[in-house]
């Protein structure tokens, strides 16, 4: 199994550029995270479906939109690209939201936006 | 969800257990202690969850007090491969995690 897969791995966007970062696990898990991470910091939420067909803000949604196009995929889209985007992006997947379980991570994108 | 107070940085010998301390004080009845790590570059990974009875697996032990205010993830015997930064997060079972930052812990020969 290849648990959560994150494409692409890297990434370089001009200003104003658009850009769909791409998450899919085959662990048929039912909820999934996007999560941010700028240098030195710990990961902010940006948006998370607890089930497939819902989506939810978390702390940092502004400058972003998710579609969970079905139970394996959920994406990012960056309609806008702006320099303060330049971070590492993490997906996550987990069994259940109303659960015990514990998250899975993908392997990160790093994005550049210059 | 419970705010969580780590050490900044720690450092433990090769093959000593090392102790990660984590204040959660405002936690409430509902809300499990999750630990997670994350090696330099590399997506978090789980690693112990606890609600109120200290919990043990392969990769580490869960030492919760009985006020639940605090709790002690343990690594017995601790390799240079552990070198990362350690995450406690307080979750209602309704809750998403939120990550502060961590304890970033040195494994030294």
């Known amino acids: 199994n290849a648990g959560v897969t994150q494409t692409p791995k890297f990434q370089v966007l001009k200003t104003g550029q658009s850009m769909t970062l791409q998450c899919a696990q085959d662990?048929?898990?039912?909820?999934m995270y996007w999560y941010r991470q700028d240098p030195g910091m710990g990961l902010r939420l940006i948006y998370y479906?607890?089930?497939?067909?819902?989506?939810d803000k978390g702390e940092v949604p502004n400058g972003y939109n998710v579609s969970r196009l079905n139970k394996r995929e959920f994406s990012l889209r960056l309609e806008s690209a702006a320099p303060s985007q330049t971070s590492v992006y993490f997906c996550?997947?987990?069994?259940?939201?109303?659960?015990?379980?514990?998250?899975?991570f993908g392997s990160g994108t790093r994005l550049t936006v210059v | 969800d419970a705010k969580t107070t780590q050490p900044t940085s720690m450092d433990c010998a090769e093959g000593r257990a090392a102790n990660l301390p984590c204040n959660h004080s405002?936690?409430?009845?509902?809300?499990?202690v999750y630990w997670y790590r994350q090696i330099h570059s590399q997506g978090p990974q789980y690693i112990i969850h606890?609600?109120?009875n200290n919990e043990t697996n392969e990769m580490a032990s869960l030492i919760i007090t009985e006020d639940r205010k605090s709790s002690t993830l343990i690594l017995p015997h601790a390799t240079l491969r552990d070198t990362a930064v350690y995450y406690c997060?307080?979750?209602?079972?309704?809750?998403?995690?939120?990550f502060g930052q961590g304890t970033e812990l040195s494994v030294k020969p």
């Open positions: 996550a997947s987990s069994e259940y939201y109303y659960g015990q379980g514990g998250y899975t």
């Open positions: 662990m048929n898990h039912n909820s």
């Open positions: 479906s607890a089930s497939e067909g819902t989506t």
């Open positions: 405002t936690i409430s009845g509902n809300e499990y």
């Open positions: 606890g609600l109120k």
């Open positions: 997060i307080g979750s209602n079972q309704g809750g998403k995690l939120i």
